[in-house]
């Protein structure tokens, strides 16, 4: 299941791995207010996260939500061994990722045609450590990703996909 994550002014991303996002934010400290029901919506609406029902979320809870991952930000920062790079295209930001140890993640883009380039750009910072391994959280629909892991002769080990509903 993706999560298409729409904003007001029609800007929108998907992202498989949105229930991870959601556990991250309560770690530092998000407490869901719950989504708002879409307005065709009949019956009881249960407020979940993680449906594909043009539900909302409130300004008041996403600006928490923010507050949370802000927290999650300054904590890779902060631990020493990650290191936080943003991710360019010309003169555009096009995503961020943390790279430490060998390990790849968060990884995020503005748009999924940046995936590839930017999950390529990652791994060479993961490789060039003292790292034996390489591993990655890689967010949404991610064929850029498997095709450049399997392009470098990489195996998936620990596949995962989130489908979770609240």
């Known amino acids: 299941m993706g999560v298409d994550l729409i904003g007001h002014g ?5 992202w498989d791995c949105w229930r991870k996002c959601l556990d ?3 770690a530092f400290g998000w407490q869901p207010a719950g989504t708002i029901a879409p307005p065709d919506y009949d019956g009881d609406w249960n407020g979940g996260y993680c449906s594909n029902d043009f539900q909302e979320v409130s300004d008041s809870d996403a600006r928490a939500l923010g507050v949370a ?3 999650h ?3 890779l920062m902060n ?3 990650t290191r936080g790079v ?9 995503g961020y990722t943390y790279v430490a140890d060998g390990h790849i993640g968060p990884l995020a883009v503005t748009h999924q045609s940046a995936l590839g380039a930017a999950f390529r750009t990652a791994l060479v910072l993961a490789a060039a450590g003292a790292a034996q391994h390489v591993s990655a959280f890689v967010p949404g629909p991610c064929e850029a990703a498997l095709s450049t892991t399997i392009d470098h002769g990489m195996r998936v ?3 995962m996909v989130f489908d979770v509903d609240k």
């Open 73 to 75: 930000h300054r904590f």
């Open 24 to 26: 991250i934010a309560i």
């Open 10 to 14: 029609g800007a929108s991303f998907n």
């Open 79 to 81: 631990d020493g061994s």
């Open 69 to 71: 991952r802000a927290r």
């Open 86 to 94: 943003l991710l360019y295209a010309e003169d555009e930001c096009v």
């Open 157 to 159: 080990t620990i596949p």
